[in-house]
């Protein structure tokens, strides 16, 4: 039973865990990122001295869809805390299945990486109000200049944040509703009082405005939920208060909460993106500098926040201000998926891959990832059969295998995947097609490419 009362939230320690850099083995340096060639776009700002500034250096990238004219809004998508969930930001922009999440709304996405050093206090940059807010806003403003789109400073945020960086993406909510679209919080949450055990972290107020914002709320179930002991025990009692804090006030928070992992972040995104882009798709304004849309209400689901079955508000019969709030019935059925397996159905092909070309034994091509379910790998086909499968073997030890990899905080592994391959047994006339596979198995039209005209084609 979830406590009905904000002294609760005394009780409960507020979870920020480091995680420790042998989690990312595959991941870089702070200075060993990707290149941010256009559609790509970076600053960093070094570390100030200043009160009340940022004491850590970040680095802020961004990706630009190409053919965007104007932006309408930018996804922010948040590291956690200690040395290898900042320097795993570095490969956040670059990630196809979040790229098409932010393509389809015509939004950028926006990756930042702190420079924080391990054992250093996190809350210096997750404490929005320390200096992490002022500087996002400064590299909207400077990546809006270099990537020429100025908009870019003003449009709203969606915004996505593990452990730490839901302790971010929460706290700005709090201080800036106007500009937040949705907000998606896995494992972390800012504190709504202080915590006698943790004085030294702020507690934020809670307004009308922030309550119209949508919030997801995504623990993992070994973090407290059914494992009620461990290093990430106190992660759901954090997350637990916050939401009766807010859900109790009428905010429009749900709890989705994940039936595979502990801290990791899973398969989430499978529940995360659609869950995104169903927000996105009311609340962008039509026009930029028009006020946030409000959530519809006519469609609303609940739930019980450790449940798993959602049902229409009209047939909820205990207190609904207790109960999950999922916005409309397709992402209540998506709920359910998610909370009892994870495995979030997807009906639809992934798009066909592009630019399919062949430099003596290499083929190269590029590729989106498909809005619900990504990219798992492609299948290379010569003179219509059957070739080989880049990559031979997907990985992902947290979750479903994906194109890019993923590491412990939702990004590509370095050094990036390119997509291409090699036939080690080509003659000298062939045919190759190049197929996408998304995570459930769906597979796109083939792309074709003519060794002796050079010219690609894409069949239907």
Same mark, same amino acid.
């Given at each position: 039973?979830?406590?009905?009362?904000?002294?609760?939230?005394?009780?409960?320690?507020?979870?920020?865990?480091?995680?420790?850099?042998?989690?990312?083995?595959?991941?870089?340096?702070?200075?060993?990122?990707?290149?941010?060639?256009?559609?790509?776009?970076?600053?960093?700002?070094?570390?100030?001295?200043?009160?009340?500034?940022?004491?850590?250096?970040?680095?802020?990238?961004?990706?630009?869809?190409?053919?965007?004219?104007?932006?309408?809004?930018?996804?922010?998508?948040?590291?956690?805390?200690?040395?290898?969930?900042?320097?795993?930001?570095?490969?956040?922009?670059?990630?196809?299945?979040?790229?098409?999440?932010?393509?389809?709304?015509?939004?950028?996405?926006?990756?930042?990486?702190?420079?924080?050093?391990?054992?250093?206090?996190?809350?210096?940059?997750?404490?929005?109000?320390?200096?992490?807010?002022?500087?996002?806003?400064?590299?909207?403003?400077?990546?809006?200049?270099?990537?020429?789109?100025?908009?870019?400073?003003?449009?709203?945020?969606?915004?996505?944040?593990?452990?730490?960086?839901?302790?971010?993406?929460?706290?700005?909510?709090? &201080?800036? *509703?106007?500009?937040?679209?949705?907000? $998606? @919080?896995? /494992?972390?949450?800012?504190?709504?009082? =202080?915590?006698?055990?943790?004085?030294?972290?702020?507690?934020?107020?809670?307004?009308?405005?922030?309550?119209?914002?949508?919030?997801?709320?995504?623990?993992?179930?070994?973090?407290?939920?059914?494992?009620?002991?461990?290093?990430?025990?106190?992660?759901?009692?954090?997350?637990?208060?916050?939401?009766?804090?807010?859900?109790?006030?009428?905010?429009?928070?749900?709890?989705?909460?994940?039936?595979?992992?502990?801290?990791?972040?899973?398969?989430?995104?499978?529940?995360?993106?659609?869950?995104?882009?169903?927000?996105?798709?009311?609340?962008?304004?039509?026009?930029?500098?028009?006020? &946030?849309? *409000?959530?519809?209400?006519?469609?609303? $689901? @609940?739930? /019980?926040?450790?449940?798993?079955?959602? =049902?229409?508000?009209?047939?909820?019969?205990?207190?609904?201000?207790?109960?999950?709030?999922?916005?409309?019935?397709?992402?209540?059925?998506?709920?359910?998926?998610?909370?009892?397996?994870?495995?979030?159905?997807?009906?639809?092909?992934?798009?066909?891959?592009?630019?399919?070309?062949?430099?003596?034994?290499?083929?190269?091509?590029?590729?989106?990832?498909?809005?619900?379910?990504?990219?798992?790998?492609?299948?290379?086909?010569?003179?219509?059969?059957?070739?080989?499968?880049?990559?031979?073997?997907?990985?992902?030890?947290?979750?479903?295998?994906?194109?890019?990899?993923?590491?412990?905080?939702?990004?590509?592994?370095?050094?990036?995947?390119?997509?291409?391959?090699?036939?080690?047994?080509?003659?000298?006339?062939?045919?190759?097609?190049?197929?996408?596979?998304?995570?459930?198995?769906?597979?796109?039209?083939?792309?074709?490419?003519?060794?002796?005209?050079?010219?690609?084609?894409?069949?239907?």
């Amino acid at each position: 039973m979830i406590s009905p009362t904000l002294s609760f939230l005394c009780r409960t320690v507020l979870v920020l865990v480091s995680i420790p850099a042998t989690l990312f083995a595959q991941n870089a340096p702070y200075n060993v990122f990707p290149e941010a060639a256009p559609p790509y776009y970076r600053v960093r700002y070094e570390a100030s001295t200043q009160p009340g500034e940022l004491s850590f250096p970040v680095n802020y990238t961004v990706w630009i869809p190409q053919g965007v004219k104007t932006l309408r809004g930018v996804i922010v998508h948040q590291h956690g805390c200690g040395e290898g969930s900042c320097s795993s930001g570095l490969t956040g922009a670059f990630d196809l299945h979040w790229q098409a999440l932010a393509k389809h709304h015509d939004c950028a996405l926006l990756a930042p990486s702190y420079e924080q050093p391990q054992g250093a206090d996190c809350q210096m940059w997750c404490d929005p109000r320390n200096g992490s807010d002022a500087a996002f806003q400064k590299c909207l403003v400077d990546l809006g200049a270099q990537s020429e789109h100025p908009e870019l400073a003003s449009v709203p945020w969606a915004l996505w944040g593990h452990s730490g960086g839901g302790h971010w993406a929460g706290g700005m909510v709090l &201080l800036h *509703p106007d500009r937040v679209a949705a907000a $998606w @919080l896995r /494992s972390g949450v800012p504190l709504l009082e =202080v915590n006698p055990e943790r004085p030294e972290i702020k507690a934020h107020a809670l307004s009308a405005a922030a309550l119209t914002v949508p919030i997801m709320c995504n623990p993992g179930t070994q973090e407290g939920v059914t494992v009620k002991e461990g290093r990430f025990a106190k992660v759901w009692p954090a997350n637990e208060a916050f939401f009766n804090g807010v859900r109790g006030k009428g905010g429009l928070i749900g709890v989705a909460v994940d039936p595979l992992t502990a801290h990791e972040c899973g398969n989430q995104r499978y529940f995360a993106i659609p869950w995104l882009s169903a927000c996105l798709s009311v609340r962008l304004p039509n026009v930029n500098g028009e006020p &946030l849309r *409000p959530m519809p209400m006519d469609d609303v $689901w @609940l739930a /019980s926040p450790t449940g798993f079955k959602a =049902v229409p508000v009209a047939k909820y019969e205990s207190d609904p201000l207790k109960a999950a709030w999922l916005p409309n019935a397709a992402v209540a059925k998506s709920w359910g998926q998610y909370v009892n397996d994870t495995a979030v159905t997807d009906t639809t092909s992934p798009p066909t891959p592009t630019n399919l070309r062949r430099t003596g034994n290499t083929l190269s091509w590029s590729a989106e990832g498909d809005l619900e379910s990504g990219l798992a790998y492609f299948i290379i086909e010569r003179d219509g059969e059957f070739l080989a499968n880049v990559p031979e073997q997907g990985r992902n030890r947290f979750g479903r295998p994906i194109f890019q990899n993923l590491q412990y905080s939702d990004t590509p592994t370095q050094p990036l995947v390119p997509m291409q391959f090699t036939d080690q047994t080509a003659a000298a006339k062939h045919t190759y097609r190049v197929i996408a596979v998304n995570t459930v198995g769906l597979k796109s039209a083939p792309a074709t490419e003519s060794v002796k005209t050079g010219v690609e084609s894409r069949t239907r």
